[in-house]
C-alpha cells in the first residue's frame, strides 16, 4: 500500500510539474503578446501624434490659403491660384484626418488588446493562487 502511495505521490508530482510548464509556457507567450500589442500601441500612439502635428499645420495652411484668398478677392488679382492653393490644402487635410481616425481607430483597438491581456494576467495569478491553496 505504501508504495502504491509513493508511486501516485511521483505520479501527482508529474503532473503538478507538467501543468506548472505548460502555465509557464502559457505565462510567457501571453508575456509575448503583451510585448508585441504594447509594441503596436506606441507605434500607433506615435503616429498619431505625428499625424496631429501634421493636422495642425495643415490647419494653419488652411488659414492662411483662406485669409490669402479672401485678400485676393478683394484686390480681384490672382484669385483663381488662391482658390486653387486653398482647394489643394483642404483636400491634403482632408486626407490627414481620415488617415488620424484610422491610427486613433488602430490604437483604442490596441489599448482593448491589452486590458484583455492583463485581465488574462490577472486570471493566471487566480488560477495558480487557487491551486496552491488547494494543495
Same mark, same amino acid.
Given at each position: +500500500?505504501?508504495?502504491? /502511495?509513493?508511486?501516485? =505521490?511521483?505520479?501527482?508530482?508529474?503532473?503538478?510539474?507538467?501543468?506548472?510548464? #505548460? /502555465?509557464?509556457?502559457? &505565462?510567457?507567450?501571453?508575456?509575448?503578446?503583451?510585448?508585441?500589442?504594447?509594441?503596436?500601441?506606441?507605434?500607433?500612439? $506615435? *503616429?498619431?501624434?505625428?499625424? +496631429?502635428?501634421? $493636422?495642425? =499645420? =495643415?490647419?494653419?495652411? =488652411? !488659414? $492662411?490659403?483662406? *485669409?490669402?484668398?479672401?485678400?485676393? !478677392? %478683394?484686390?480681384? %488679382?490672382?484669385?483663381? &491660384?488662391?482658390?486653387? $492653393?486653398?482647394?489643394?490644402? /483642404?483636400q491634403h487635410l482632408l486626407k490627414v484626418t481620415a488617415s488620424s481616425r484610422s491610427s486613433l481607430r488602430q490604437l483604442l483597438s490596441g489599448a482593448e488588446s491589452l486590458?484583455?491581456?492583463?485581465?488574462?494576467? +490577472? *486570471?493566471? #495569478? +487566480?488560477?495558480?493562487? &487557487? *491551486?496552491?491553496?488547494?494543495?
Amino acid at each position: +500500500r505504501m508504495r502504491k /502511495l509513493e508511486k501516485k =505521490l511521483e505520479e501527482n508530482k508529474i503532473k503538478e510539474e507538467k501543468e506548472a510548464q #505548460d /502555465l509557464e509556457a502559457m &505565462v510567457q507567450h501571453v508575456e509575448q503578446n503583451l510585448q508585441l500589442m504594447t509594441k503596436r500601441a506606441v507605434k500607433a500612439e $506615435n *503616429s498619431a501624434a505625428k499625424l +496631429r502635428q501634421e $493636422n495642425a =499645420l =495643415l490647419q494653419v495652411q =488652411l !488659414r $492662411n490659403c483662406r *485669409s490669402e484668398a479672401a485678400a485676393l !478677392r %478683394a484686390g480681384q %488679382a490672382g484669385l483663381e &491660384v488662391a482658390k486653387q $492653393n486653398a482647394e489643394v490644402a /483642404l483636400q491634403h487635410l482632408l486626407k490627414v484626418t481620415a488617415s488620424s481616425r484610422s491610427s486613433l481607430r488602430q490604437l483604442l483597438s490596441g489599448a482593448e488588446s491589452l486590458q484583455l491581456v492583463a485581465d488574462l494576467l +490577472r *486570471s493566471i #495569478d +487566480r488560477i495558480a493562487e &487557487v *491551486s496552491e491553496d488547494g494543495q
